[in-house]
């Protein structure tokens, strides 16, 4: 909802891509590859069909059934729908939680609204609830540090009224250990347009000025997992006018993600999804999740329905000269994908695992370090292999 100001004021800097903030992370990369431009495209199309999703229609209320079951779909059993009441209507925030293994009461909030104005907002928000629901769908089964809270919050066209209430009926009187909130609102992109850099958004409000550093040190972070997970290049520019603000008057360390091509058809009945770049879309995903993974601090596990423990696959013998026999020691197979990563990240092996014994054949390698990651639709695990 911001398309004057960014273009009134032109104060931005450049980022310079710095190799030594962020590693590249292979498992991190494993879960982005999975990122699904033909599910993005599908919810883009669904959102779209919705009509204009103005509070007190029928419309979003059919928008809030769809995200709901969404996540009950994918698994999540803590989901809240809060609603508020303003000019007569009464709308509902979304609230989908996934608890940390380390950190249980810290949360990274990622959020988007819902919401549109003068019509479907496919892009304005289409954009960011489609990509929040595709990296609720890959995070699933990832183990986390911290916990996640997805938000679809509503009432943002009107004068970001859910997020407000949010932060005004939960997250104060909760004292809800926030470590930071990211934002993604507008980030489909222009047709017929080069599509290739997204703005990361850091906060430059001075009241407060206290959590100004932290954002753009997460911003940064945020930035280089774009390097890192996508193929577009980064701006950093000021937050504004988005669900972050009622959080950074807060206090909050925020940050957010808006595209650089604006379109010029927000809030207008031309928001559609014939006037986005659905490929841009797919890339800020994956740099979004990348950077998910990095906030949360995801780590390399399994779905612990599908596998009790690690030992329920070996590889065999490890270290060898590059015969390896895979066993599953649970009749668990199920279309498993074996993806072998030298230490660089780098895919120098792919093969589809259909038994529950098999001999892969990696003598073709120079000997060193690699990474195995067995994985399917469920699960996922990743061992080193060292070829001698
Ligand atoms: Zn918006």
Redesign the pocket.
């Known amino acids: 909802?911001k398309q004057v100001l960014q273009t009134l004021i032109v104060l931005f800097t450049f980022s310079i891509s710095s190799l030594s903030a962020q590693t590249y992370n292979s498992y991190y990369n494993s879960v982005v590859t999975d990122v699904s431009s033909s599910n993005i495209l599908a919810d883009l199309i669904t959102f779209e069909n919705f009509g204009l999703k103005d509070v007190g229609s029928t419309a979003i209320s059919n928008a809030q059934n769809w995200i709901t079951t969404r996540y009950q779909d994918l698994g999540y059993t803590d989901i809240v729908e809060q609603p508020f009441s303003y000019g007569g209507n009464t709308t509902n925030n979304i609230i989908i939680t996934k608890t940390g293994s380390v950190y249980p009461n810290t949360f990274l909030i990622i959020d988007a609204?819902y919401d549109t104005i003068n019509g479907t907002g496919t892009n304005?928000?289409g954009s960011g609830t489609v990509l929040m629901m595709e990296l609720a769908r890959l995070l699933k089964n990832v183990n986390t540090e911290y916990s996640i809270k997805f938000i679809h919050f509503s009432g943002?066209?009107d004068g970001l009224i859910g997020s407000n209430y949010y932060v005004n009926n939960t997250v104060i009187p909760d004292n809800l250990d926030i470590s930071l909130v990211l934002n993604i609102?507008?980030v489909g992109g222009v047709n017929g347009l080069i599509n290739n850099i997204i703005v990361c958004e850091n906060d430059q409000d001075n009241t407060p000025s206290a959590n100004n550093a932290a954002s753009a040190a997460s911003t940064t972070i945020m930035a280089n997992c774009f390097g890192l997970y996508s193929n577009l290049a980064t701006e950093i520019s000021y937050a504004y006018a988005?669900d972050y603000v009622p959080f950074q008057n807060n206090g909050e360390i925020i940050t957010g993600l808006y595209e650089k091509n604006e379109t010029p058809y927000a809030h207008t009945s031309s928001d559609t999804l014939a006037n986005m770049d659905v490929n841009y879309l797919f890339e800020v995903t994956k740099g979004a999740l990348g950077a998910a993974l990095e906030f949360a601090v995801g780590i390399n596990s399994l779905d612990v329905t599908t596998f009790s423990k690690d030992s329920t696959i070996s590889f065999y013998p490890n270290p060898s000269s590059g015969k390896f026999n895979i066993k599953l020691n649970e009749n668990i197979v199920e279309n498993f994908e074996l993806i072998v990563l030298d230490i660089l990240g780098k895919e120098v092996y792919k093969s589809k695992i259909n038994n529950q014994i098999e001999t892969i054949d990696l003598s073709f390698l120079n000997k060193g370090v690699y990474l195995a990651s067995l994985k399917n639709d469920k699960a996922r695990i990743t061992k080193k292999l060292v070829i001698q």
């Open positions: 909802m609204h304005d928000n943002e066209e609102d507008e988005s």
